[in-house]
């Protein structure tokens, strides 16, 4: 069974607006991570929180991780064409990366 | 190139063949993980290693499958007498401390 859930399970927006995917997960953490995926592609490595910290920046992504809510968001702001693809995150509950779990994904569309 | 590598891309085979994946992970990391992906769906573990060890096994991976990393390098997972159930994509990851890193998958379709 898979321990994150993103939502929403989709998001359509137009360029330029801003896009926020939310991800709950069940049990305790030691960090959290967000991974995309391009259509039939490998996924990429985008960012990774750990459970001592509520916020992270990475260029136009932002990161919020709330521990007592198990529940993270990653919001991508000014969003462009390039940026349509599945969201991922994976939690690691048991140290380093062994066994990562992965949510279902939310699928992005940014329209030109 | 310095990432994950993986061989084949697409593999196509008929019901009850046997196919073998090859995954050549970054060269510093000595941890090394395969995953399953259906469609709509987000990875699941299947197994891990950590150089040539096998620490860690999914109930996913039935008696069908086996994975091996010989010399803590690059890894293989054969799929025997493959159904279409297994039609998937298989992907490889290495890591260091905390990031993994994928490679482009391999896409499996059993006819």
């Known amino acids: 069974s898979q321990q994150g859930e993103e939502d929403p399970q989709a998001l359509s927006i137009q360029e330029g607006e801003n896009a926020t995917m939310n991800c709950s997960y069940k049990t305790s953490i030691n960090n959290l991570q967000w991974y995309r995926q391009n259509s039939g592609r490998g996924l990429v490595h985008l960012i990774l929180?750990?459970?001592?910290?509520r916020e992270k920046h990475s260029g136009r992504l932002r990161v919020t991780l709330d521990t007592s809510k198990k529940s993270s968001s990653l919001l991508i702001t000014a969003s462009r064409a390039a940026d349509t693809a599945s969201y991922f995150c994976?939690?690691?509950?048991?140290?380093?990366?062994?066994?990562?779990?992965f949510g279902i994904g939310t699928k992005l569309q940014v329209i030109p | 190139d310095t990432g994950v590598s993986q061989d084949p891309r697409h593999k196509i085979t008929k019901r009850g063949q046997n196919v073998t994946f090859r995954c050549d992970p970054i060269s510093e990391h000595n941890r090394l993980y395969w995953y399953r992906q259906t469609l709509g769906q987000g990875p699941e573990f299947l197994t891990y290693f950590q150089n040539e060890a096998q620490l860690e096994k999914s109930r996913l991976l039935s008696d069908r499958f086996s994975a091996e990393r010989p010399k803590g390098s690059f890894s293989t997972l054969e799929i025997q007498r493959t159904e279409q159930g297994d039609s998937a994509m298989y992907l490889c990851a290495s890591s260091s401390q905390e990031k993994g890193y994928f490679g482009p998958g391999t896409r499996l379709l059993v006819l």
């Open positions: 929180i750990r459970s001592n910290e």
């Open positions: 994976a939690t690691d509950g048991s140290g380093g990366y062994q066994k990562v779990t």
